[in-house]
């Protein structure tokens, strides 16, 4: 079960729920003093009393509290409270000498005297208002922590999606390079793509979600780019079974694994190399994307430095789904296997089954 902290008391809240305790403790006093006195007497004698009782209550909750209990000082606290109730016990006698006594109507001034009321009543007040002090104390502290951690986890999936974008625009612009050295008539279309790609990958990172169709749109543009540094096309397959008209990705999550699998094949060197991509969302909207390629043994080929990793690109999942993904590879020797499976969002369109042709 995931664990939800506790939302935070706004002010107007806050405010309300004072306000309706001390008008119940207002009621309640006067329904029980009018037992013995006519309700006027009772009424003033219950709101004289609530200023020495309120002065408790706040003085206790944001001084006493706040600044002697929540650093740990506990024997000072009940020290001071101690004295804090002593201290309002002769200001309640006098309060409530000015009015009929009830002890005396009812006969119980010989066993308890008005001191011992005005004690159990201002511990009362010391004991409630110190627990919810210190509630209302522990739910803000949390509520500030939650947010820390959120901008933090959000400010470190940014940084990883910046170490994603950079390397994939780089092996991009060298597709193009490699092009313009050659003097290719498809120079134009491709910046053309990289210019769609741009956009994708300035604005829609900045997304929560995308849709998964665009997603797709862009892995099929960064295969045409790459398709056209040779002369015949080269063995990429992608394959996509589903509803994924109707469903909502991260953006950039599933790219990243595309751009690893040309990486790592090696088509200038090996006619046999292939990239076999293969997506698929089922009936609940769970995506699973399935990357298999040719390892790139060739030395001369390998990229010196750059590119993302699978262990980059597992931080940035669990950052955003938690223990809700799953990623695995399986080396094969000659191939290389990585299986992602994502949970999806419904969007506001009804999700249709779209299954696209093979790419050969």
Request: with cysteine; proline share 5%.
């Amino acid at each position: 079960m995931k664990y939800e902290p506790l939302r935070p008391i706004s002010r107007s809240l806050n405010r309300s729920f004072q306000m309706a305790f001390w008008l119940f403790v207002m009621l309640v006093g006067t329904l029980f003093f009018s037992q013995y006195m006519p309700w006027q007497t009772a009424f003033w004698r219950t709101a004289a009393n609530l200023a020495p009782l309120a002065f408790l209550c706040y003085f206790n909750a944001l001084v006493l509290v706040n600044r002697i209990l929540e650093r740990g000082w506990y024997v000072t606290y009940v020290l001071s409270a101690v004295v804090l109730i002593l201290l309002m016990v002769p200001v309640r006698i006098w309060i409530n000498a000015q009015f009929p006594d009830p002890l005396v109507e009812t006969g119980l001034n010989r066993v308890l005297s008005p001191a011992f009321g005005a004690i159990i009543t201002n511990i009362g007040v010391v004991l409630v208002s110190a627990l919810y002090q210190v509630l209302f104390n522990r739910v803000r502290r949390e509520h500030a922590a939650m947010q820390a951690l959120n901008r933090h986890q959000e400010a470190r999936l940014q940084l990883l999606r910046a170490q994603i974008n950079p390397h994939f625009l780089f092996n991009t612009l060298h597709n193009i390079y490699s092009m313009a050295v050659t003097g290719s008539s498809a120079t134009a279309g491709a910046v053309l793509n990289l210019s769609q790609l741009l956009r994708y990958v300035i604005y829609e990172t900045q997304k929560e979600m995308v849709p998964l169709v665009r997603e797709l749109r862009h892995i099929e543009r960064y295969i045409e780019l790459y398709q056209m540094r040779f002369a015949a096309p080269v063995a990429v397959r992608l394959r996509c079974e589903g509803a994924v008209e109707g469903r909502s990705v991260e953006p950039m999550l599933l790219l990243p694994l595309v751009e690893n699998c040309f990486k790592h094949t090696d088509f200038v060197h090996h006619p046999e190399a292939f990239i076999e991509l293969h997506l698929q969302v089922d009936a609940e909207g769970r995506l699973r994307f399935r990357t298999r390629n040719t390892h790139n043994a060739h030395p001369a080929a390998r990229e010196p430095r750059g590119g993302v990793g699978l262990a980059n690109i597992r931080a940035r999942l669990e950052l955003r789904y938690g223990k809700a993904f799953r990623l695995t590879t399986r080396d094969e020797g000659r191939t290389f296997e990585v299986v992602l499976e994502v949970p999806t969002r419904p969007m506001h369109a009804a999700a249709d089954t779209h299954t696209r042709p093979a790419r050969r």
